[in-house]
Structure formats: structure tokens, C-alpha cells
């Protein structure tokens, strides 16, 4: 009768063995991955993977949102306080100027266009705060205007690819020589700008915004590299539509970063040399194991928002009175500025399909929230531009139904209620995986909402400088015939 235990010992003291040996073994072949450096065989992308496995999530990005959701302003400031550290995760050291995806020149504009419209307080000289220590980094106003901060995050993750201990994706660095620039990054904080400075108060004195978008045109027009490219390099961000309203057609020719193209001329700004980013969501992410599944989510659509719209936004009022007294549909008037972010919330994780309709402008955050609560994006906005479109397949994780279809009487219901459980859980687990593309935060993290937007920029980078170099063709050759 005892040899039953026995034997059930000597199974468990092989497998103990087993595991040492296989443990020693993966120790050692990571070390070794690590020893090849730069010449190694293994491509790039794995030594990102071994990077953001070794980074400790010490800013818990569910814990900041939520933290966001209650007190809302003091962003990051928040976020600090309550991880209870200021510990940076150690940054490798193989992330230099040649192991960069792309090489970025930042004006050193006066803090008056970044930093200073945050209220940041500085010592006399200093133009950027310094990013090494968490807690002296400004802090992005919370509400509705993180929507639109996407300035705030690829600024403070440029700072960050220079002190030595900020762990983050080796994707954009920032280097000091402008000629050896892939791109010029202008770094305005136009969007706060409009939120904060465009009312005009009683007198007719310019507004703040646009005093700093005229000087902006002033100070870029009058540098080398402005000069030498035509601007064609040099990356602007216009996140909020009305931002930059008085600037941007004088300088057209650089690569803008934008919500949509909804007030633009084509000549302005186009698909072929701007980047669409996305707004930052502002309801709680969910936790991708903590998501209501098909059957956890009662209500079959969600919408809420604003109803009557100008514009592109008439077909909000006809879905109403089409959808408004159906059954497990949720279609009613509210903003979410009002106290309703968590009822929003709450709202759109217990929703199969969340409706994402033109308003005023073809893009807003709603698509953005349904996607960081896995409600499956119904869009419904012809004119829409989405977030990089040309490596992510958004039919996988969402469903575009034709204005013109989607108010045809029956037609959006039949469409939705087609999709049984198994084809809308295949799109729901898509959707918990593209989540983090659409997060920002800092510091970043490989394949993040800021990462994403790097390589987009980077994936424009040959089209630049075909664009430079055709401007320049003779003036080069000129320059050369000169010189014999
Ligand atoms: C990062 O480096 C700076 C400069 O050495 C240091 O003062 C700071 O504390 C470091 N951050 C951490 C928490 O390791
Ligand atoms: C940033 O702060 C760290 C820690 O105090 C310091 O070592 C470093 O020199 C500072 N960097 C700059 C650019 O002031
Ligand atoms: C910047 O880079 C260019 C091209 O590599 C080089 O000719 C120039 O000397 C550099 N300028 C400085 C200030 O290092």
C-alpha cells in the first residue's frame, strides 16, 4: 500500500527537475538573445517583446482611468499618487539613434505654446520640465479636454526617450542635429490653446489662441528647416477641428496630426500626407477578463449623445425617431460632460453594439469609448477617417453601415440582430486585443495609442522626403554644379 505515495513522490521530484532545467534553460537563452546587441539575427521586433515583458506595469492604466473618472483633473498627478512610487522601470540600453524606427528634431518653442498653457512652473531658462521625475511633469486638464490631448502625449514621450532611465518603446527618438531629422515635430499644444484661449471676452482684442498661431507661422516660416523642406517634414497637431483655425493654411504643407478632415479643404489637409489619431476615450477601460460577455450585455444598441446637430448631424435626429421605442435599444439625449461619463460607461459595457453617428464634425470619442468598453462600434458617419487604417482591419471589430442605409426603416435592427453570438464574440475578443492600440499614456508602451502614432508617422517618412527632394530637384543640382 505504500508505494503509492512513493511513486507518487518520485513523479513530483522529476517534474521539479524537469521544470529546474527548463527554467535554466530559458534564463540562458534570453541572456544570450540580449549579448548580440545590435548585430544580432533576431529581429528587433522580439527584443520589443522581451523590453515590454521586463517593464514593470507600475502605472496601472485601469487604476489611472478610474482614478481620472473621480477627480478627473491632475491627470497624471493622480496616477502618481496612487501607484506609491516614483520608480521609473530601468531603460535598456539598446534603444540609441541607430535602433530608433525614426529619428525626430523638436523646436525648443517658448513654454508659452506647450507647457505654459498648463499653468507649469518653472526656473527662469528652463523650457522643458523635466520628465525623469513623474511628479513634475504638468498635468493634462481632465473633462472633455483630454479628448483631444494627444499633443500632451507624444510631447512628453519625445522628452522621455532622453534621460536615460524612462523605459518606453525604442519607436521615436529625439535626436539634436535637425539634418539628420526623419521629421521636425512642432510642438504647439493647439487643441488646449482653442479650449482654453478662443472665447473672446467683451473687447475686440485678438484671443490668446490666436496670437500664438500667428507667432507660431512667424517663428516656423523664419527657420532653416521650415525653409528647406517647404514644411513638407514638419509634423503639427490639430487634434480638436477648430483648432489651429487661423494657422493651418499657411502651413498646409506639413504632415498634420487630426481627428478628421470634417473642416478641411483637401489641399489642406488629405489622407495621403496627414495622420488621423484617436481621441483619448474618456469612460473606463475595461479590464479585458472582467468584460460582460454576448450574453452579460441586456441591451442589444447604445447611443447617447447629443441629438440635434448641424451638418452631417441630421441623421442623429432620424435614427432617434427610428430607434426610440424599440425595444433593447438605449437611444436617448445626454452629454457626456454632464456627470454621465460613468453612467456611459456603465451604459456601453452592458451594450452588444454601440452606435457611432455623424455629429457636427464625421469623428468623436464615442467610437473611442465603445471600443475601450468592447461594445462593438456600429459606425454610421460616411465622411469618418479612422485611426490607422492601413494596418488595422476595422471590419474584424466593427460594423460600417451607409448613412443612406442606416435610415431605412427595419434596416440597422435586421443588420445587428443577424449577428448571433458566435460571429459578435469573435469581434468582441478582436476588440479586447485592439484596445491598447487606442490607449495613451506615459510613459508609452509598445503598441499604445503613442507608439501607433510613431510608426503611422514613420510609414509616411519615404513619401516625405520623395516630396522634399522633388521641391528641391534643381536647387540640389544647382548646389552640385556649383561646387565643381
Ligand atoms: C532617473 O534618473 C534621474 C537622474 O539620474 C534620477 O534622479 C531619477 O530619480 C531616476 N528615476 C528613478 C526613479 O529611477
Ligand atoms: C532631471 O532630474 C534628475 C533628478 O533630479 C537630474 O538628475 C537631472 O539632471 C535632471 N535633468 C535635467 C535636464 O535637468
Ligand atoms: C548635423 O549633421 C550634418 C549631417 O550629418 C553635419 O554635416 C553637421 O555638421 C551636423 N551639425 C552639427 C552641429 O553637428
Given at each position: 500500500?505504500?508505494?503509492?505515495?512513493?511513486?507518487?513522490?518520485?513523479?513530483?521530484?522529476?517534474?521539479?527537475?524537469?521544470?529546474?532545467?527548463?527554467?535554466?534553460?530559458?534564463?540562458?537563452?534570453?541572456?544570450?538573445?540580449?549579448?548580440?546587441?545590435?548585430?544580432?539575427?533576431?529581429?528587433?521586433?522580439?527584443?520589443?517583446?522581451?523590453i515590454v515583458?521586463?517593464t514593470?506595469?507600475?502605472?496601472?492604466?485601469?487604476?489611472?482611468?478610474?482614478?481620472?473618472?473621480?477627480?478627473?483633473?491632475?491627470?497624471?498627478?493622480?496616477?502618481?499618487?496612487?501607484?506609491?512610487?516614483?520608480?521609473y522601470p530601468?531603460k535598456s540600453?539598446?534603444c540609441?539613434?541607430?535602433?530608433a524606427?525614426?529619428?525626430?528634431?523638436?523646436?525648443?518653442?517658448?513654454?508659452?505654446?506647450?507647457?505654459?498653457?498648463?499653468?507649469?512652473?518653472?526656473?527662469?531658462?528652463?523650457?522643458?520640465?523635466?520628465v525623469?521625475?513623474?511628479?513634475?511633469?504638468?498635468?493634462?486638464?481632465?473633462?472633455?479636454?483630454?479628448?483631444?490631448?494627444?499633443?500632451?502625449?507624444?510631447?512628453v514621450d519625445l522628452l522621455s526617450s532622453?534621460p536615460?532611465?524612462v523605459s518606453r518603446p525604442c519607436t521615436a527618438i529625439?535626436?539634436?542635429?535637425?539634418?539628420?531629422?526623419?521629421?521636425?515635430?512642432?510642438?504647439?499644444?493647439?487643441?488646449?490653446?482653442?479650449?482654453?484661449?478662443?472665447?473672446?471676452?467683451?473687447?475686440?482684442?485678438?484671443?490668446?489662441?490666436?496670437?500664438?498661431?500667428?507667432?507660431?507661422?512667424?517663428?516656423?516660416?523664419?527657420?532653416?528647416?521650415?525653409?528647406?523642406?517647404?514644411?513638407?517634414?514638419?509634423?503639427?497637431?490639430?487634434?480638436?477641428?477648430?483648432?489651429?483655425?487661423?494657422?493651418?493654411?499657411?502651413?498646409?504643407?506639413?504632415?498634420?496630426?487630426?481627428?478628421?478632415?470634417?473642416?478641411?479643404?483637401?489641399?489642406?489637409?488629405?489622407?495621403?500626407?496627414?495622420?488621423?489619431?484617436?481621441?483619448?476615450?474618456?469612460?473606463?477601460?475595461?479590464?479585458?477578463?472582467?468584460?460582460?460577455?454576448?450574453?452579460?450585455?441586456?441591451?442589444?444598441?447604445?447611443?447617447?449623445?447629443?441629438?440635434?446637430?448641424?451638418?452631417?448631424?441630421?441623421?442623429?435626429?432620424?435614427?432617434?425617431?427610428?430607434?426610440?421605442?424599440?425595444?433593447?435599444?438605449?437611444?436617448?439625449?445626454?452629454?457626456?460632460?454632464?456627470?454621465?461619463?460613468?453612467?456611459?460607461?456603465?451604459?456601453?459595457?452592458?451594450?452588444?453594439?454601440?452606435?457611432?453617428?455623424?455629429?457636427?464634425?464625421?469623428?468623436?470619442?464615442?467610437?473611442?469609448?465603445?471600443?475601450?468598453?468592447?461594445?462593438?462600434?456600429?459606425?454610421?458617419?460616411?465622411?469618418?477617417?479612422?485611426?490607422?487604417?492601413?494596418?488595422?482591419?476595422?471590419?474584424?471589430?466593427?460594423?460600417?453601415?451607409?448613412?443612406?442605409?442606416?435610415?431605412?426603416?427595419?434596416?440597422?435592427?435586421?443588420?445587428?440582430?443577424?449577428?448571433?453570438?458566435?460571429?459578435?464574440?469573435?469581434?468582441?475578443?478582436?476588440?479586447?486585443?485592439?484596445?491598447?492600440?487606442?490607449?495613451?499614456q506615459y510613459p508609452s508602451q509598445s503598441?499604445d495609442?503613442v507608439d501607433?502614432?510613431w510608426?503611422?508617422?514613420?510609414?509616411?517618412?519615404?513619401?516625405?522626403?520623395?516630396?522634399?527632394?522633388?521641391?528641391?530637384?534643381?536647387?540640389?543640382?544647382?548646389?552640385?554644379?556649383?561646387?565643381?
Open positions: 500500500m505504500t508505494s503509492i505515495p512513493e511513486k507518487g513522490l518520485f513523479i513530483s521530484r522529476s517534474l521539479a527537475c524537469l521544470f529546474a532545467v527548463s527554467m535554466l534553460f530559458l534564463i540562458l537563452s534570453s541572456m544570450i538573445l540580449f549579448q548580440f546587441g545590435d548585430t544580432s539575427l533576431v529581429p528587433r521586433s522580439i527584443y520589443k517583446l522581451i515583458k521586463r514593470p506595469d507600475y502605472i496601472k492604466p485601469d487604476e489611472t482611468r478610474a482614478s481620472f473618472e473621480h477627480k478627473s483633473s491632475r491627470f497624471l498627478a493622480s496616477s502618481h499618487k496612487e501607484s506609491g512610487s516614483t520608480k530601468i540600453a539598446i540609441g539613434q541607430t535602433q524606427l525614426l529619428k525626430v528634431f523638436m523646436y525648443d518653442l517658448p513654454p508659452e505654446f506647450h507647457f505654459g498653457l498648463l499653468g507649469w512652473k518653472r526656473d527662469r531658462n528652463q523650457i522643458w520640465p523635466n525623469s521625475i513623474l511628479n513634475q511633469i504638468p498635468a493634462y486638464p481632465g473633462g472633455l479636454y483630454l479628448q483631444h490631448s494627444v499633443e500632451y502625449w507624444l510631447t532622453v536615460p532611465n529625439l535626436i539634436q542635429n535637425s539634418t539628420e531629422a526623419d521629421v521636425i515635430f512642432v510642438p504647439f499644444f493647439s487643441s488646449l490653446s482653442y479650449n482654453r484661449h478662443s472665447k473672446i471676452h467683451g473687447n475686440k482684442k485678438p484671443t490668446m489662441d490666436k496670437i500664438l498661431q500667428v507667432k507660431l507661422v512667424e517663428y516656423l516660416k523664419g527657420r532653416d528647416e521650415w525653409k528647406r523642406s517647404g514644411g513638407k517634414d514638419h509634423i503639427i497637431i490639430a487634434h480638436h477641428p477648430n483648432s489651429m483655425l487661423l494657422a493651418r493654411k499657411h502651413l498646409g504643407s506639413a504632415m498634420f496630426v487630426l481627428a478628421d478632415f470634417g473642416r478641411y479643404s483637401s489641399q489642406i489637409a488629405n489622407i495621403d500626407k496627414d495622420i488621423i489619431a484617436p481621441y483619448k476615450h474618456v469612460v473606463r477601460r475595461l479590464v479585458a477578463r472582467d468584460s460582460p460577455s454576448f450574453d452579460e450585455r441586456p441591451v442589444l444598441v447604445y447611443f447617447q449623445g447629443a441629438i440635434y446637430r448641424k451638418d452631417g448631424g441630421v441623421i442623429r435626429r432620424k435614427l432617434y425617431l427610428l430607434l426610440k421605442d424599440e425595444k433593447d435599444v438605449h437611444f436617448t439625449y445626454g452629454s457626456v460632460s454632464s456627470g454621465g461619463v460613468r453612467k456611459a460607461s456603465q451604459g456601453m459595457s452592458s451594450s452588444k453594439f454601440c452606435l457611432n453617428i455623424a455629429g457636427d464634425t464625421p469623428s468623436s470619442n464615442r467610437l473611442f469609448d465603445a471600443i475601450a468598453s468592447h461594445c462593438v462600434p456600429v459606425i454610421i458617419s460616411d465622411d469618418i477617417e479612422l485611426p490607422f487604417e492601413d494596418v488595422l482591419d476595422y471590419s474584424q471589430f466593427a460594423i460600417s453601415v451607409r448613412a443612406s442605409d442606416a435610415v431605412k426603416k427595419g434596416y440597422l435592427l435586421k443588420v445587428l440582430r443577424r449577428v448571433k453570438r458566435e460571429k459578435w464574440t469573435q469581434m468582441w475578443e478582436r476588440l479586447k486585443e485592439v484596445a491598447n492600440y487606442f490607449e495613451y503598441g495609442a501607433m502614432i510608426q503611422a508617422v514613420h510609414r509616411k517618412v519615404s513619401f516625405v522626403h520623395n516630396r522634399v527632394r522633388r521641391k528641391n530637384r534643381y536647387e540640389m543640382s544647382q548646389k552640385f554644379l556649383d561646387a565643381i
